[in-house]
């Protein structure tokens, strides 16, 4: 069975940074892509940032040239280098891999981690 591991959460300072990192362990037929939604307390999970098997990034217009999401050393591995974090910015931050398996196309999702930015 596919698992996601999610690790880097904590607290913050506004302004400081913080990177989070995602590894996914079992047999997956495919990735399509991998990345980070967060849910804002009292909002709507929206997705953070995301990166394809070819490499191309897409980041919600409130996090571009602050987050960089990037292929780690494993294979389906990713890390989000968070700067210049804001209070706005606290959630908790969920991995997320699609993939195309034998079954059909999956998702799979990290237990979350929390991430406070609070001075």
């Known amino acids: 069975q596919v698992q996601l591991v999610e690790s880097g959460g904590g607290l913050v300072q506004p302004g400081g940074s913080l990177t989070l990192s995602c590894a996914a362990s079992g047999t997956i037929l495919r990735v399509n892509s991998m990345g980070w939604y967060r849910q804002i307390p009292g909002k709507p999970r929206e997705l953070v940032a995301a990166?394809?098997?070819?490499?191309?990034?897409n980041y919600a217009d409130s996090v571009k040239g602050r987050f960089t999401v990037s292929r780690g050393n494993a294979k389906n591995k990713i890390t989000m280098h968070m700067n210049s974090l804001k209070p706005e910015d606290t959630a908790v931050y969920y991995c997320?891999?699609?993939?195309?398996?034998?079954?059909?196309?999956?998702?799979?999702w990290g237990q979350g981690t929390q991430v406070t930015v609070s001075s």
């Open positions: 997320y891999l699609d993939a195309a398996e034998v079954a059909g196309m999956t998702d799979y």
């Open positions: 990166i394809t098997e070819g490499s191309s990034t």
